[in-house]
């Protein structure tokens, strides 16, 4: 004989408890997801704040301006430069904005790798404060002299330097740039010496790099290449390990001095906490704009290369780019004065 075991009043409201959690947990769940999906086609509802860390000219501005002009998000990309403290100030304006995706920055390796280990009182922090959205460009530094400076080539600026000591002053848009950190590295490899003057931005050191009151910098390709092609500048070599294939007939510093490499490059980030939804349709756009034949173009005549990446991508990148420079740093020396 079987005996049929009935649920106790108990059991049977145990149950109905459990069916009204799984209820409400799948509620919730389908609400969260029509909640991020509203967020996204919601997204953007006003103007679009991409703040630059630098002045207008140099290739984090022309890399902003590019995706501002040819971006579709339904609302306008408006630039705001922001230059200062080797791009710590306009980066701090966006850690302190509303992470909604309606103010982002153009970081660069220096606001976001570089500065961390360089600077002793950060205004934020370079991980914790962002969210990455994509990687855009990287691009070689390119060793340029005044022309009147008595040298062609790698090996002799190394001599010449060995000969005068200190008698050599290199420009930078910055303390922790990457324009002032290839000069760091550029002096510990070979054991001489110069000093550093920053400026507030490439705009204002060219006019200083002409007239010969400081005599080299190792500036952004884009910013540099042009003038060295009109013969107002000396270009002598380029900082990545192979030779960009827009200044194929300039060497690399490594061909003389085996090991060196230094690479500038280009990243967007938003502030700490933007939704998921609203970072996949920025990387999104991103990847579009940099992908259109006519972007692509102009970055090729200019030195830069895309390098486009989704946003896990980004911050691992990222996450070894911060181990790499603070070595450099310390091997270096180098302080924000």
Do not use: C
Request: aromatic residues 6%; without cysteine.
């Amino acid at each position: 004989m079987k005996f049929t075991k009935h649920p106790t009043p108990a059991s049977r409201r145990f149950g109905l408890r459990m069916l009204s959690a799984l209820g409400l947990m799948g509620g919730l769940s389908l609400g969260l997801m029509a909640s991020n999906s509203a967020m996204a086609q919601a997204y953007p509802n006003k103007p679009i704040r991409l703040v630059v860390t630098f002045p207008t000219g140099g290739a984090p501005d022309i890399l902003a301006r590019l995706f501002s002009e040819k971006a579709q998000l339904g609302q306008p990309v408006v630039i705001d430069n922001k230059p200062g403290a080797g791009g710590n100030i306009g980066s701090d304006i966006v850690a302190k904005s509303v992470g909604d995706g309606h103010t982002i920055v153009m970081g660069t390796v220096g606001t976001h790798s570089i500065n961390g280990a360089l600077y002793e009182k950060m205004p934020y922090d370079m991980v914790k404060n962002f969210t990455p959205i994509s990687l855009i460009a990287s691009a070689p530094n390119l060793l340029v002299v005044n022309n009147d400076v008595p040298v062609k080539t790698v090996n002799e600026l190394i001599a010449y330097m060995k000969a005068n000591p200190n008698k050599l002053s290199y420009a930078s848009p910055g303390i922790g740039t990457s324009v002032h950190m290839s000069g760091e590295l550029f002096k510990s490899m070979t054991g001489t010496s110069m000093t550093h003057v920053p400026y507030k931005g490439r705009q204002f050191y060219v006019p200083d790099l002409l007239g010969g009151s400081v005599q080299l910098v190792f500036d952004n390709m884009p910013s540099a290449l042009p003038l060295a092609k009109e013969g107002k500048i000396r270009a002598i070599a380029q900082t990545t390990a192979k030779r960009s294939a827009a200044a194929p007939d300039v060497p690399t510093v490594a061909e003389s001095l085996p090991g060196f490499e230094a690479i500038t490059w280009f990243a967007m980030f938003a502030p700490a906490n933007t939704p998921k939804p609203v970072i996949d349709r920025l990387n999104a756009e991103v990847l579009r704009v940099f992908k259109l034949p006519e972007v692509a173009e102009r970055m090729k005549t200019l030195g830069l290369e895309a390098v486009l990446s989704s946003p896990d991508e980004l911050a691992k990148y990222q996450a070894t780019e911060i181990v790499k420079w603070a070595k450099v740093v310390k091997e270096s020396g180098a302080k924000a004065e």
